[in-house]
């Protein structure tokens, strides 16, 4: 089990950007993917990115072109570079650990807390 701790949410324009950071208390080198989901007031959960341990990532369609993730695994840590910014992306985001390809495609194993991201003018 890892522990994950978001960071970098704020308030940010519309078109703007933010970059958010997580930081796992142990090595990531060996989890299958590493991603982030949000969760809006009164929506479902969404899962937002997902990056895999061979270096391929999958987006929902609503962040494609504009959502980057990453995971650094020598640093234990996972960026989301979100672009282009739209109020509905408001939402707090999590970070979140598979640590295998078992069970279904968006189970979570481990996630964060949550780092709150507002788009507003």
């Known amino acids: 089990q890892v522990q994950l701790v978001e960071s970098g949410g704020g308030l940010v324009q519309p078109g703007g950007s933010l970059r958010l950071s997580c930081a796992a208390s142990g090595s990531i080198f060996s989890i299958y993917a590493m991603g982030w989901y949000r969760q809006a007031p009164g929506k479902q959960r969404e899962l937002v990115a997902m990056?895999?341990?061979?270096?391929?990532?999958n987006y929902a369609d609503s962040v494609k072109g504009r959502f980057t993730s990453s995971r650094d695994n020598a640093e234990n840590m996972v960026y989301l570079q979100m672009n282009s910014l739209k109020p509905e992306d408001t939402a707090v985001y999590h970070c979140f650990s598979k640590r295998t390809p078992r069970g279904a495609w968006d189970d979570m194993d481990d996630w964060g807390k949550g780092t709150l991201v507002t788009v507003s003018s």
């Open positions: 990056t895999f341990n061979a270096g391929s990532t």
